[in-house]
Protein backbone atom coordinates (compact mmCIF):
# COMPACT_ATOMS: atom_id res chain seq x y z
CA UNK A 1 0.00 0.00 0.00
CA UNK A 2 2.61 1.75 0.90
CA UNK A 3 4.06 1.65 -2.95
CA UNK A 4 1.01 2.30 -4.22
CA UNK A 5 0.71 5.79 -2.54
CA UNK A 6 4.63 6.78 -3.21
CA UNK A 7 3.42 5.90 -6.92
CA UNK A 8 0.14 8.13 -6.51
CA UNK A 9 1.98 11.20 -5.06
CA UNK A 10 4.98 10.47 -8.00
CA UNK A 11 2.17 10.71 -10.39
CA UNK A 12 0.03 13.74 -8.64
CA UNK A 13 3.60 16.25 -8.03
CA UNK A 14 6.41 14.75 -9.93
CA UNK A 15 5.21 13.97 -13.41
CA UNK A 16 3.76 16.98 -14.04
CA UNK A 17 7.41 18.86 -12.78
CA UNK A 18 9.30 16.50 -15.09
CA UNK A 19 6.81 17.83 -18.50
CA UNK A 20 7.63 21.44 -17.14
CA UNK A 21 11.47 20.74 -16.89
CA UNK A 22 11.64 18.97 -20.26
CA UNK A 23 9.35 21.31 -21.78
CA UNK A 24 11.49 24.21 -20.53
CA UNK A 25 14.85 22.28 -21.87
CA UNK A 26 13.41 21.72 -24.72
CA UNK A 27 12.49 25.23 -25.21
CA UNK A 28 16.03 26.27 -24.44
CA UNK A 29 17.16 23.19 -26.76
CA UNK A 30 15.31 24.55 -29.88
CA UNK A 31 16.09 28.52 -29.10
CA UNK A 32 19.61 28.02 -29.31
CA UNK A 33 19.41 25.26 -32.34
CA UNK A 34 17.66 27.51 -34.72
CA UNK A 35 19.55 31.02 -33.08
CA UNK A 36 16.10 32.24 -32.74
CA UNK A 37 16.76 36.54 -32.08
CA UNK A 38 15.75 37.53 -28.24
CA UNK A 39 13.09 39.67 -29.76
CA UNK A 40 10.92 37.43 -31.22
CA UNK A 41 11.54 33.87 -28.42
CA UNK A 42 13.53 34.96 -25.44
CA UNK A 43 15.11 31.73 -24.18
CA UNK A 44 14.19 30.52 -20.82
CA UNK A 45 17.87 31.86 -19.18
CA UNK A 46 16.79 35.31 -20.90
CA UNK A 47 13.37 35.25 -18.96
CA UNK A 48 15.15 34.35 -15.92
CA UNK A 49 17.86 37.23 -15.82
CA UNK A 50 14.98 39.76 -16.84
CA UNK A 51 12.83 38.62 -13.99
CA UNK A 52 16.48 39.30 -11.57
CA UNK A 53 16.90 42.55 -13.07
CA UNK A 54 13.43 44.42 -13.46
CA UNK A 55 12.41 42.62 -10.18
CA UNK A 56 11.85 45.82 -8.87
CA UNK A 57 9.53 47.29 -11.51
CA UNK A 58 7.74 43.95 -12.27
CA UNK A 59 7.42 42.94 -8.00
CA UNK A 60 5.61 46.28 -7.46
CA UNK A 61 3.16 45.82 -10.92
CA UNK A 62 2.38 42.25 -9.50
CA UNK A 63 1.34 44.10 -6.38
CA UNK A 64 -0.91 46.59 -8.28
CA UNK A 65 -2.82 43.53 -9.95
CA UNK A 66 -2.99 41.27 -7.13
CA UNK A 67 -4.64 44.53 -5.21
CA UNK A 68 -7.17 45.04 -7.77
CA UNK A 69 -8.08 41.16 -7.98
CA UNK A 70 -8.28 40.65 -4.54
CA UNK A 71 -10.69 43.06 -3.73
CA UNK A 72 -12.18 42.57 -6.91
CA UNK A 73 -12.66 38.80 -5.34
CA UNK A 74 -13.91 40.04 -2.39
CA UNK A 75 -16.60 42.44 -3.90
CA UNK A 76 -17.37 39.22 -5.91
CA UNK A 77 -18.05 36.97 -3.31
CA UNK A 78 -19.94 39.29 -0.90
CA UNK A 79 -22.22 40.94 -3.57
CA UNK A 80 -22.49 37.55 -5.14
CA UNK A 81 -23.36 35.83 -2.00
CA UNK A 82 -25.85 38.63 -1.20
CA UNK A 83 -27.22 38.45 -4.69
CA UNK A 84 -27.81 34.30 -4.52
CA UNK A 85 -29.48 34.81 -0.73
CA UNK A 86 -31.88 37.01 -2.14
CA UNK A 87 -32.69 34.83 -5.64
CA UNK A 88 -32.73 31.88 -3.83
CA UNK A 89 -35.72 33.58 -1.30
CA UNK A 90 -38.35 33.83 -4.16
CA UNK A 91 -38.31 31.98 -7.57
CA UNK A 92 -39.98 35.42 -8.56
CA UNK A 93 -36.96 37.51 -7.53
CA UNK A 94 -34.69 34.96 -9.39
CA UNK A 95 -36.55 34.95 -12.59
CA UNK A 96 -36.71 38.70 -12.91
CA UNK A 97 -32.82 39.40 -12.72
CA UNK A 98 -31.34 36.15 -13.28
CA UNK A 99 -31.60 37.23 -17.00
CA UNK A 100 -29.87 40.28 -15.96
CA UNK A 101 -26.74 38.20 -14.21
CA UNK A 102 -26.38 35.92 -17.35
CA UNK A 103 -26.63 39.69 -19.39
CA UNK A 104 -23.71 40.90 -17.24
CA UNK A 105 -21.75 37.54 -17.93
CA UNK A 106 -21.94 37.26 -21.45
CA UNK A 107 -20.92 40.91 -22.28
CA UNK A 108 -17.28 40.32 -23.22
CA UNK A 109 -15.71 43.20 -20.49
CA UNK A 110 -13.41 44.68 -23.47
CA UNK A 111 -16.74 45.88 -25.12
CA UNK A 112 -17.69 47.58 -21.15
CA UNK A 113 -14.75 48.48 -19.89
CA UNK A 114 -13.94 51.62 -21.55
CA UNK A 115 -17.39 53.23 -20.57
CA UNK A 116 -16.59 52.29 -16.87
CA UNK A 117 -13.22 53.48 -17.05
CA UNK A 118 -14.71 56.92 -18.47
CA UNK A 119 -17.91 56.88 -15.93
CA UNK A 120 -16.09 56.05 -12.76
CA UNK A 121 -13.27 58.52 -11.69
CA UNK A 122 -10.68 56.56 -9.47
CA UNK A 123 -8.85 54.42 -11.71
CA UNK A 124 -8.30 52.06 -9.71
CA UNK A 125 -12.02 52.06 -8.32
CA UNK A 126 -13.02 51.35 -11.98
CA UNK A 127 -10.42 48.25 -12.20
CA UNK A 128 -11.97 46.83 -9.89
CA UNK A 129 -15.46 47.42 -11.16
CA UNK A 130 -14.02 45.66 -13.82
CA UNK A 131 -12.83 42.50 -12.56
CA UNK A 132 -15.97 42.06 -10.00
CA UNK A 133 -18.24 42.12 -13.18
CA UNK A 134 -15.84 39.06 -14.77
CA UNK A 135 -15.95 37.26 -11.29
CA UNK A 136 -19.38 38.03 -10.04
CA UNK A 137 -21.27 35.64 -12.41
CA UNK A 138 -20.24 31.77 -10.89
CA UNK A 139 -20.67 32.89 -7.36
CA UNK A 140 -24.22 33.90 -8.01
CA UNK A 141 -25.23 31.20 -9.51
CA UNK A 142 -23.32 28.16 -8.24
CA UNK A 143 -24.79 29.66 -4.81
CA UNK A 144 -28.02 30.01 -5.55
CA UNK A 145 -28.08 26.38 -6.88
CA UNK A 146 -26.87 25.39 -3.96
CA UNK A 147 -29.25 26.98 -1.73
CA UNK A 148 -31.73 25.19 -3.68
CA UNK A 149 -30.31 22.10 -3.57
CA UNK A 150 -31.46 20.99 -0.44
CA UNK A 151 -32.14 17.09 0.36
CA UNK A 152 -35.82 17.01 0.21
CA UNK A 153 -36.23 14.31 3.18
CA UNK A 154 -34.15 16.94 5.25
CA UNK A 155 -36.26 19.75 4.31
CA UNK A 156 -39.50 17.61 5.01
CA UNK A 157 -37.33 16.40 8.35
CA UNK A 158 -37.41 20.84 8.93
CA UNK A 159 -40.73 21.47 8.09
CA UNK A 160 -41.75 18.28 10.46
CA UNK A 161 -40.22 19.91 13.53
CA UNK A 162 -41.17 23.14 12.60
CA UNK A 163 -38.25 25.09 11.94
CA UNK A 164 -38.29 28.75 11.41
CA UNK A 165 -37.26 30.31 8.10
CA UNK A 166 -33.99 30.81 9.91
CA UNK A 167 -33.54 27.40 11.32
CA UNK A 168 -33.70 26.35 8.07
CA UNK A 169 -31.20 29.23 6.29
CA UNK A 170 -28.43 27.99 9.08
CA UNK A 171 -29.03 24.40 9.81
CA UNK A 172 -29.99 23.21 6.58
CA UNK A 173 -29.57 25.76 3.21
CA UNK A 174 -26.18 27.09 3.98
CA UNK A 175 -24.58 24.19 4.91
CA UNK A 176 -26.30 22.54 1.63
CA UNK A 177 -24.97 25.20 -0.41
CA UNK A 178 -21.74 25.30 1.27
CA UNK A 179 -19.85 22.56 -1.55
CA UNK A 180 -21.13 24.44 -4.56
CA UNK A 181 -20.10 27.94 -2.83
CA UNK A 182 -16.92 26.44 -2.96
CA UNK A 183 -16.89 25.26 -6.57
CA UNK A 184 -17.87 28.85 -7.51
CA UNK A 185 -14.99 30.44 -5.19
CA UNK A 186 -12.36 28.44 -7.60
CA UNK A 187 -14.04 29.33 -10.69
CA UNK A 188 -14.35 33.31 -9.42
CA UNK A 189 -11.34 33.72 -8.52
CA UNK A 190 -9.18 32.93 -11.70
CA UNK A 191 -11.89 34.81 -13.38
CA UNK A 192 -11.02 38.09 -11.18
CA UNK A 193 -7.48 37.66 -12.27
CA UNK A 194 -8.50 37.86 -15.72
CA UNK A 195 -10.58 40.64 -15.24
CA UNK A 196 -8.12 42.61 -13.65
CA UNK A 197 -5.28 42.37 -16.49
CA UNK A 198 -8.13 42.77 -19.29
CA UNK A 199 -9.29 45.69 -17.45
CA UNK A 200 -5.30 47.45 -17.38
CA UNK A 201 -5.09 46.54 -20.92
CA UNK A 202 -8.31 48.79 -21.83
CA UNK A 203 -7.06 51.49 -19.01
CA UNK A 204 -3.51 51.32 -20.61
CA UNK A 205 -2.89 52.97 -16.63
CA UNK A 206 1.17 53.34 -16.43
CA UNK A 207 2.77 55.64 -13.67
CA UNK A 208 3.45 54.58 -10.35
CA UNK A 209 -0.24 52.91 -10.56
CA UNK A 210 1.00 50.18 -13.28
CA UNK A 211 0.01 46.60 -13.23
CA UNK A 212 1.57 43.93 -14.91
CA UNK A 213 -0.46 44.60 -17.78
CA UNK A 214 0.36 47.53 -18.49
CA UNK A 215 3.97 45.90 -18.78
CA UNK A 216 3.53 43.95 -21.12
CA UNK A 217 2.00 46.18 -23.15
CA UNK A 218 4.86 48.24 -22.91
CA UNK A 219 7.31 45.57 -23.14
CA UNK A 220 5.48 44.77 -26.52
CA UNK A 221 6.06 48.04 -27.99
CA UNK A 222 9.36 48.19 -26.93
CA UNK A 223 10.14 44.83 -28.17
CA UNK A 224 11.29 43.74 -24.79
CA UNK A 225 10.12 39.99 -25.01
CA UNK A 226 11.98 38.68 -22.28
CA UNK A 227 10.23 41.23 -19.65
CA UNK A 228 6.85 40.82 -21.50
CA UNK A 229 7.59 36.83 -20.92
CA UNK A 230 8.39 37.35 -16.74
CA UNK A 231 5.51 39.43 -16.56
CA UNK A 232 3.29 36.74 -18.45
CA UNK A 233 5.06 34.29 -15.88
CA UNK A 234 3.87 36.29 -12.51
CA UNK A 235 0.19 36.40 -13.74
CA UNK A 236 0.03 32.67 -14.59
CA UNK A 237 1.93 32.29 -10.95
CA UNK A 238 -0.30 34.40 -9.23
CA UNK A 239 -3.37 32.44 -10.53
CA UNK A 240 -2.13 29.35 -9.83
CA UNK A 241 -1.67 30.24 -6.00
CA UNK A 242 -4.61 31.46 -6.18
CA UNK A 243 -6.73 28.66 -7.26
CA UNK A 244 -4.25 26.75 -4.81
CA UNK A 245 -5.49 28.84 -2.08
CA UNK A 246 -9.42 28.23 -3.28
CA UNK A 247 -8.68 24.55 -3.23
CA UNK A 248 -7.18 24.35 0.31
CA UNK A 249 -9.67 26.57 1.34
CA UNK A 250 -12.18 24.36 0.16
CA UNK A 251 -10.77 21.29 1.58
CA UNK A 252 -10.49 22.99 4.94
CA UNK A 253 -14.16 23.81 5.04
CA UNK A 254 -15.81 20.49 3.43
CA UNK A 255 -12.91 17.92 3.85
CA UNK A 256 -14.61 16.24 6.53
CA UNK A 257 -17.67 15.31 5.03
CA UNK A 258 -18.33 16.37 1.42
CA UNK A 259 -17.34 13.70 -1.33
CA UNK A 260 -15.66 16.44 -3.51
CA UNK A 261 -12.95 16.32 -0.95
CA UNK A 262 -13.24 13.10 0.33
CA UNK A 263 -11.54 11.74 -3.19
CA UNK A 264 -7.99 13.04 -2.13
CA UNK A 265 -8.01 10.84 1.11
CA UNK A 266 -7.61 7.43 -0.40
CA UNK B 1 -59.29 -18.01 6.22
CA UNK B 2 -59.44 -18.35 10.19
CA UNK B 3 -56.44 -16.29 10.11
CA UNK B 4 -57.90 -13.34 8.35
CA UNK B 5 -61.58 -13.69 10.01
CA UNK B 6 -61.63 -10.22 11.94
CA UNK B 7 -59.87 -8.95 8.91
CA UNK B 8 -63.45 -6.60 8.20
CA UNK B 9 -62.33 -3.23 7.57
CA UNK B 10 -62.81 -1.44 10.77
CA UNK B 11 -64.00 2.06 9.07
CA UNK B 12 -62.93 5.49 10.96
CA UNK B 13 -64.41 3.89 14.00
CA UNK B 14 -62.36 4.61 17.13
CA UNK B 15 -59.43 2.04 17.49
CA UNK B 16 -60.41 -1.17 18.55
CA UNK B 17 -59.75 -2.15 22.11
CA UNK B 18 -61.23 1.19 23.84
CA UNK B 19 -57.66 2.42 22.78
CA UNK B 20 -57.30 6.11 22.17
CA UNK B 21 -57.14 6.75 18.37
CA UNK B 22 -53.67 8.68 18.33
CA UNK B 23 -54.46 9.32 14.28
CA UNK B 24 -57.96 8.55 12.41
CA UNK B 25 -58.14 9.45 8.38
CA UNK B 26 -61.38 9.74 7.59
CA UNK B 27 -62.86 9.27 4.07
CA UNK B 28 -58.92 10.92 3.32
CA UNK B 29 -58.56 11.34 -0.54
CA UNK B 30 -55.27 12.60 -2.12
CA UNK B 31 -55.05 13.67 -6.00
CA UNK B 32 -51.95 15.42 -7.13
CA UNK B 33 -52.58 18.86 -9.37
CA UNK B 34 -51.34 16.49 -12.22
CA UNK B 35 -54.44 15.13 -12.11
CA UNK B 36 -53.18 11.70 -10.43
CA UNK B 37 -55.29 10.14 -8.34
CA UNK B 38 -52.60 8.88 -5.20
CA UNK B 39 -55.64 7.64 -2.86
CA UNK B 40 -58.98 6.97 -2.85
CA UNK B 41 -60.98 7.68 0.30
CA UNK B 42 -59.12 5.95 3.44
CA UNK B 43 -60.65 5.02 6.62
CA UNK B 44 -57.86 4.12 9.25
CA UNK B 45 -57.58 4.49 12.75
CA UNK B 46 -54.22 4.30 15.12
CA UNK B 47 -54.73 3.23 18.46
CA UNK B 48 -52.22 4.13 20.66
CA UNK B 49 -49.68 0.96 21.78
CA UNK B 50 -50.28 -0.19 18.37
CA UNK B 51 -47.72 -1.41 15.43
CA UNK B 52 -50.05 -0.46 12.41
CA UNK B 53 -48.29 -1.78 8.78
CA UNK B 54 -49.27 -0.69 5.39
CA UNK B 55 -48.86 -2.67 3.01
CA UNK B 56 -49.07 -2.26 -0.60
CA UNK B 57 -47.07 -2.65 -3.71
CA UNK B 58 -44.84 0.41 -4.97
CA UNK B 59 -46.79 3.32 -5.79
CA UNK B 60 -49.99 2.45 -4.31
CA UNK B 61 -49.76 5.86 -2.48
CA UNK B 62 -48.90 4.83 1.13
CA UNK B 63 -45.78 6.51 1.37
CA UNK B 64 -48.35 9.41 0.60
CA UNK B 65 -50.53 8.48 3.09
CA UNK B 66 -47.80 8.51 5.78
CA UNK B 67 -46.56 11.84 4.87
CA UNK B 68 -50.29 13.52 4.89
CA UNK B 69 -50.48 12.06 8.73
CA UNK B 70 -46.75 13.57 9.31
CA UNK B 71 -48.83 16.63 8.26
CA UNK B 72 -45.90 16.91 4.96
CA UNK B 73 -49.12 16.87 2.77
CA UNK B 74 -52.50 18.50 2.52
CA UNK B 75 -55.23 15.40 2.23
CA UNK B 76 -57.75 17.40 -1.46
CA UNK B 77 -60.84 15.46 0.64
CA UNK B 78 -61.63 14.05 3.80
CA UNK B 79 -60.36 14.69 7.15
CA UNK B 80 -57.46 13.91 9.50
CA UNK B 81 -57.45 14.07 13.12
CA UNK B 82 -54.79 13.54 15.63
CA UNK B 83 -55.62 12.65 19.57
CA UNK B 84 -58.81 13.87 18.59
CA UNK B 85 -57.91 17.56 17.17
CA UNK B 86 -56.63 19.15 14.15
CA UNK B 87 -52.95 19.48 13.88
CA UNK B 88 -52.20 22.53 15.78
CA UNK B 89 -52.34 20.34 18.39
CA UNK B 90 -49.55 18.34 17.45
CA UNK B 91 -46.03 18.82 18.70
CA UNK B 92 -47.33 19.99 22.28
CA UNK B 93 -46.04 17.35 25.03
CA UNK B 94 -47.94 14.00 24.72
CA UNK B 95 -48.43 14.64 21.09
CA UNK B 96 -44.97 14.32 19.57
CA UNK B 97 -44.35 13.45 15.99
CA UNK B 98 -41.72 11.98 14.35
CA UNK B 99 -40.60 10.26 11.24
CA UNK B 100 -37.85 7.68 9.48
CA UNK B 101 -37.74 8.51 5.64
CA UNK B 102 -36.74 5.97 2.95
CA UNK B 103 -33.22 6.48 3.24
CA UNK B 104 -31.10 7.68 6.42
CA UNK B 105 -31.62 11.66 5.60
CA UNK B 106 -28.83 12.48 7.75
CA UNK B 107 -26.54 15.98 7.64
CA UNK B 108 -23.43 15.28 5.99
CA UNK B 109 -22.03 17.92 7.24
CA UNK B 110 -22.50 17.37 11.05
CA UNK B 111 -21.66 14.14 13.24
CA UNK B 112 -23.97 11.63 14.66
CA UNK B 113 -24.22 13.43 18.00
CA UNK B 114 -25.70 16.71 15.90
CA UNK B 115 -27.57 14.88 13.73
CA UNK B 116 -29.47 12.88 16.50
CA UNK B 117 -30.10 16.41 18.69
CA UNK B 118 -31.44 18.36 15.58
CA UNK B 119 -35.27 17.90 16.98
CA UNK B 120 -34.66 19.20 20.18
CA UNK B 121 -31.82 21.97 18.74
CA UNK B 122 -34.93 23.01 16.74
CA UNK B 123 -37.49 23.19 19.44
CA UNK B 124 -34.88 25.06 21.58
CA UNK B 125 -34.40 22.38 24.17
CA UNK B 126 -32.49 22.69 27.32
CA UNK B 127 -28.86 22.23 26.57
CA UNK B 128 -28.23 19.65 29.49
CA UNK B 129 -31.72 17.19 29.16
CA UNK B 130 -31.33 17.03 25.40
CA UNK B 131 -27.93 16.00 25.72
CA UNK B 132 -29.31 12.95 27.92
CA UNK B 133 -31.76 12.71 25.68
CA UNK B 134 -29.02 12.27 22.50
CA UNK B 135 -27.34 9.67 24.68
CA UNK B 136 -30.22 7.82 26.08
CA UNK B 137 -31.55 7.34 22.41
CA UNK B 138 -27.66 6.41 20.63
CA UNK B 139 -27.60 3.68 23.44
CA UNK B 140 -30.72 2.69 22.61
CA UNK B 141 -29.93 2.16 19.11
CA UNK B 142 -26.92 0.75 19.62
CA UNK B 143 -24.19 3.76 18.57
CA UNK B 144 -22.92 5.05 21.74
CA UNK B 145 -19.41 4.48 20.67
CA UNK B 146 -20.27 6.82 17.09
CA UNK B 147 -21.48 10.01 18.25
CA UNK B 148 -18.29 11.64 17.30
CA UNK B 149 -18.54 9.96 13.64
CA UNK B 150 -19.84 11.54 10.90
CA UNK B 151 -22.51 9.73 8.70
CA UNK B 152 -20.39 8.58 5.44
CA UNK B 153 -18.00 6.55 7.86
CA UNK B 154 -21.11 4.74 9.27
CA UNK B 155 -22.08 1.55 7.18
CA UNK B 156 -26.01 1.60 5.67
CA UNK B 157 -27.23 -0.60 8.35
CA UNK B 158 -25.61 2.44 11.29
CA UNK B 159 -26.79 5.27 9.44
CA UNK B 160 -30.30 4.33 9.89
CA UNK B 161 -29.82 3.64 13.71
CA UNK B 162 -28.54 7.06 13.48
CA UNK B 163 -31.73 8.11 11.94
CA UNK B 164 -34.15 6.09 14.40
CA UNK B 165 -32.32 7.63 17.28
CA UNK B 166 -32.97 10.93 15.64
CA UNK B 167 -36.68 10.00 15.34
CA UNK B 168 -36.78 9.08 19.05
CA UNK B 169 -34.46 11.57 20.70
CA UNK B 170 -38.07 13.72 21.45
CA UNK B 171 -39.82 10.52 23.08
CA UNK B 172 -43.02 10.45 20.31
CA UNK B 173 -45.96 9.78 20.97
CA UNK B 174 -46.65 8.64 17.28
CA UNK B 175 -43.58 7.12 15.09
CA UNK B 176 -43.72 7.01 11.68
CA UNK B 177 -41.75 5.01 9.40
CA UNK B 178 -41.71 4.87 5.62
CA UNK B 179 -39.67 2.32 4.69
CA UNK B 180 -36.75 2.38 6.59
CA UNK B 181 -34.95 -0.59 6.01
CA UNK B 182 -36.12 -1.17 2.09
CA UNK B 183 -32.63 0.05 0.91
CA UNK B 184 -30.71 -2.99 3.58
CA UNK B 185 -30.01 -6.39 3.02
CA UNK B 186 -31.68 -8.94 4.44
CA UNK B 187 -29.17 -9.73 6.92
CA UNK B 188 -29.10 -6.22 8.28
CA UNK B 189 -32.81 -5.50 7.80
CA UNK B 190 -33.92 -8.83 9.78
CA UNK B 191 -31.35 -7.50 13.02
CA UNK B 192 -33.38 -4.38 12.71
CA UNK B 193 -36.97 -5.53 12.57
CA UNK B 194 -35.97 -7.17 15.61
CA UNK B 195 -34.58 -4.49 17.38
CA UNK B 196 -37.42 -2.13 16.51
CA UNK B 197 -39.76 -4.91 17.70
CA UNK B 198 -38.07 -4.52 20.62
CA UNK B 199 -37.60 -1.31 20.98
CA UNK B 200 -41.63 -0.80 20.50
CA UNK B 201 -42.27 -3.12 23.40
CA UNK B 202 -39.71 -1.72 25.63
CA UNK B 203 -40.93 2.13 25.21
CA UNK B 204 -44.51 1.68 24.36
CA UNK B 205 -44.06 3.25 21.27
CA UNK B 206 -47.24 3.86 18.54
CA UNK B 207 -45.81 3.17 15.33
CA UNK B 208 -47.55 3.53 11.88
CA UNK B 209 -44.89 1.21 9.26
CA UNK B 210 -44.86 1.12 5.47
CA UNK B 211 -43.48 -1.46 3.69
CA UNK B 212 -43.92 -3.67 0.97
CA UNK B 213 -42.49 -6.36 2.78
CA UNK B 214 -45.01 -9.17 3.64
CA UNK B 215 -42.40 -10.73 5.95
CA UNK B 216 -41.69 -7.21 7.46
CA UNK B 217 -45.41 -6.50 7.96
CA UNK B 218 -46.22 -9.95 10.03
CA UNK B 219 -42.90 -10.22 11.90
CA UNK B 220 -43.71 -6.27 13.65
CA UNK B 221 -47.13 -5.91 13.12
CA UNK B 222 -49.87 -5.44 15.36
CA UNK B 223 -52.60 -5.09 12.54
CA UNK B 224 -51.92 -5.01 8.64
CA UNK B 225 -53.73 -2.68 6.41
CA UNK B 226 -53.33 -4.03 2.95
CA UNK B 227 -53.63 -1.82 0.36
CA UNK B 228 -54.36 -2.02 -3.49
CA UNK B 229 -52.55 -0.71 -6.62
CA UNK B 230 -52.74 3.02 -7.42
CA UNK B 231 -55.36 4.74 -6.60
CA UNK B 232 -54.46 3.63 -3.09
CA UNK B 233 -57.25 2.58 -1.19
CA UNK B 234 -57.03 0.01 2.17
CA UNK B 235 -58.72 -3.18 1.14
CA UNK B 236 -58.77 -5.42 4.41
CA UNK B 237 -57.01 -4.91 7.56
CA UNK B 238 -55.38 -7.96 9.65
CA UNK B 239 -54.90 -8.36 12.95
CA UNK B 240 -51.49 -10.03 13.74
CA UNK B 241 -53.05 -11.73 17.11
CA UNK B 242 -49.37 -12.85 18.49
CA UNK B 243 -47.71 -12.69 21.47
CA UNK B 244 -45.10 -9.93 22.18
CA UNK B 245 -42.26 -9.93 22.22
CA UNK B 246 -41.86 -11.81 19.13
CA UNK B 247 -38.85 -14.13 18.55
CA UNK B 248 -37.05 -15.02 15.89
CA UNK B 249 -38.96 -18.49 15.99
CA UNK B 250 -41.65 -16.70 15.25
CA UNK B 251 -40.23 -15.86 11.63
CA UNK B 252 -40.06 -19.70 11.08
CA UNK B 253 -43.05 -20.95 12.71
CA UNK B 254 -46.57 -21.90 10.71
CA UNK B 255 -48.60 -19.51 12.03
CA UNK B 256 -45.88 -16.86 10.37
CA UNK B 257 -46.61 -18.76 7.15
CA UNK B 258 -49.59 -18.77 7.40
CA UNK B 259 -50.03 -15.35 7.89
CA UNK B 260 -47.85 -14.71 5.09
CA UNK B 261 -49.71 -16.23 2.50
CA UNK B 262 -53.13 -15.24 3.82
CA UNK B 263 -51.59 -11.44 3.13
CA UNK B 264 -50.02 -12.09 -0.62
CA UNK B 265 -53.36 -13.72 -1.36
CA UNK B 266 -54.95 -10.50 -0.29
CA UNK B 267 -52.43 -8.17 -2.34
CA UNK B 268 -52.85 -10.44 -5.42
CA UNK B 269 -56.67 -10.12 -5.05
CA UNK B 270 -56.17 -6.17 -4.50
CA UNK B 271 -53.92 -6.14 -7.53
CA UNK B 272 -55.93 -8.18 -9.70
CA UNK B 273 -58.39 -5.54 -11.50
CA UNK B 274 -55.57 -3.10 -11.70
CA UNK B 275 -53.64 -5.67 -13.20
CA UNK B 276 -53.16 -4.51 -16.77
CA UNK B 277 -51.27 -1.24 -15.28
CA UNK B 278 -48.56 -3.39 -14.57
Known amino acids: ?266 | MEIAKDAAATGAAPARDGRVPVVELIATEKTYPSGTRALDAIDLAVGEGEFVTLLGPSGCGKSTLLKIIAGLTAPSAGRVRWWQQGFEAVGEPGRRLAMVFQEATLMPWARVHRNVSLPLDLAGAERAAAERAVRSALELVGLEAFARHFPRELSGGMQMRASIARALVTAPNLLLMDEPFGALDEITRNNLDAELAELWRRRSLTVAFVTHSIYEAVFLSTRVAVMSARPGRVVREVAIDEPVPRRESFRVSQRFAAYCKALSELLAEASAPVGAQN
Open chain 1, 1 to 266: MGRLAAGQRFARIAAPVLVGVVMVVLWHTLVKAFDVPKYLVPSPLDVATALVQDWALLSRSLLVTMKVTLLAFACATVLGTLIAFLFAQSRWIEASFFPYAVLLQVTPIVAIAPLIIIWVEDIEAALVLCATIVAIFPIISNTTLGLRSVNPGLADLFRMHRASRLQTLMRLRIPSAAPYFFGGLRISSGLALIGAVVAEFVAGTGGHAAGLAYQILQAGFQLNIPRLFAALLLITVAGVLLFLAMAWLSRLALGRWHESELAHET
